[in-house]
């Protein structure tokens, strides 16, 4: 009998070993527990390098939450660069980390929102923490077969979202378009987190030109501040500079 491979990942551990326990009950269920993201993508880990790669992941939607966010774990395995770890942020590491892996986000309340932002990040199940075991057992059975999972009274909703998201993001990349190259590098220094002196020393320029950049980037996006540019550019797709490869130019300004 070939048996699936479940981790719940919950930092309530009684919830956690709970829930494992009675999955554990079905005879074609292998299940762990990991109580925070980076403990989950050490047992995802593991259990490749083992042979025993996991099949579906039960994610807490609300991983992390209550906790100061130092107090929260960082998954710089996944380039976090030390981000909190949330439910979704754990989906969408996941996805780059191990993308065959299968992931249904668990939630004590139905969020559109945030259920579509699950989805986005690649989850392909939202489900209510207090569903029956049996429904729950269709859904990581359904997942596996490529099906996706929502409550049904969560489909408008969440369409809503989606549908609002990918107009924002294609309003977003418009504004992006617009720029000239040089612009485009300098929005994804911005975006890399870096300053005017750092950009101005990754792309060979003086700090006077980045200013003058920056503000251009600014005005043609439309927005007042860099935080705003960053989350602008972020809807478009842009990715980050790569930091780990320097820019090659000369000097100028």
């Keep these: 009998m070939v048996r699936i491979r479940v981790l719940v990942v919950d930092d309530h551990r009684i919830f956690a070993e709970s829930l494992a326990a ?41 991983l992390g939450a209550g906790r100061p966010p130092q107090q929260i774990a960082p998954v710089r395995e996944v380039g976090g660069e030390g981000a909190p770890v949330d439910g979704i942020a754990l989906v969408a590491g996941v996805r780059t980390v191990r993308p065959d892996v299968r992931t249904v986000v668990l ?37 596996l077969r490529d099906e996706t999972h929502l409550p049904p009274a969560l489909l408008t909703g969440v369409l809503r979202e989606l549908t609002a998201a990918r107009k924002h993001r294609s309003d977003s990349e418009r504004l992006v378009e617009s720029l000239t190259p040089r612009e485009r590098e300098v929005l994804r220094c911005m975006v890399a987190g870096l300053g005017r002196k750092a950009v101005a020393e990754r792309l060979f320029l003086s700090p006077h030109t980045v200013r003058t950049h920056m503000q251009n980037v600014l005005g043609k996006l439309g927005v007042h501040s860099t935080l705003a540019a960053v989350a602008l550019a972020r809807r478009a797709g842009v990715d980050p500079a790569d930091l780990a490869t320097p820019a090659n130019g000369v000097r100028v300004g």
């Design 22 to 62: 009675a999955l554990t009950a079905e005879p074609d269920v292998d299940v762990s527990a990991a109580g925070s993201g980076p403990a989950a993508l050490r047992r995802l880990e593991r259990g490749t390098a083992e042979g025993r790669p996991y099949d579906v992941l039960l994610v807490d939607a609300d």
């Design 107 to 143: 939630a004590e309340r139905d969020d559109p929102r945030r259920a579509a932002l699950a989805l986005q990040a690649g989850a392909v199940g939202w489900v209510a923490k207090d569903c029956s075991l049996s429904r729950l057992l269709t859904v990581v059975r359904g997942v």
